[in-house]
């Protein structure tokens, strides 16, 4: 089996690159969290210690919870810490391997996304058709470097606040 690929995303992002507001998402997509459990599932996950706080029920079930935090001290129950971004990469990717997953996600915040832009081989974005309000936006990245594989357009849903666009990117 290959090594795990290191993936930004599953992000969802709106026109104006607004992922999120208030320390929530910004919109309501169950679509999207649908494709996001989906996509997850069975994976290790790494995100900052913002996201985890954010999440509804802790820890994420079914995946291996990686937070990065800077304080050494943090130590929330169901997840594994880390200080800095390799190690939880390489934990993530150790991990993965025992649990024949094929991927380790990076799934925010935005910081952590644009560390994962750098090494990611493959980008999960969900784009948002609409223009929100926010407080927390995706840095730009160049779309030149990767190649876009799939792409699935949706109409909104029940439970959908907006029609999305689900696309996977891999770096060319």
């Not at 999440?55 to 880390?82: E, H, M």
């Not at 990469?89 to 024949?100: N, P, S």
């Not at 407080?135 to 357009?153: C, G, H, K, N, T």
């Amino acid at each position: 089996m290959a090594a795990p690929l290191l993936t930004a995303g599953p992000i969802a992002r709106a026109r104006n690159g607004v992922i999120g507001r208030a320390g929530a998402l910004p919109w309501r997509l169950k679509s999207d969290l649908a494709r996001f459990r989906a996509l997850t599932m069975g994976k290790p996950v790494i995100m900052g210690r913002l996201t985890w706080e954010s999440l509804p029920r802790k820890p994420l079930p079914g995946r291996t919870n990686i937070v990065l935090s800077r304080d050494a001290s943090y130590a929330p129950d169901g997840c594994v810490v880390c200080e800095d971004f390799s190690e939880a990469v390489a934990i993530g990717r150790e991990q993965a391997e025992e649990d024949g997953a094929s991927e380790v996600c990076v799934i925010g915040g935005a910081s952590l996304f644009a560390l994962a832009l750098q090494r990611a081989r493959r980008i999960y974005l969900t784009e948002v058709h609409a223009e929100v309000e926010g407080d927390i936006l995706l840095a730009p990245f160049d779309e030149s470097r990767w190649r876009e594989v799939r792409r699935e357009d949706l109409p909104a849903g029940e439970g959908d606040d907006y029609p999305v666009t689900f696309r996977v990117l891999e770096r060319a």
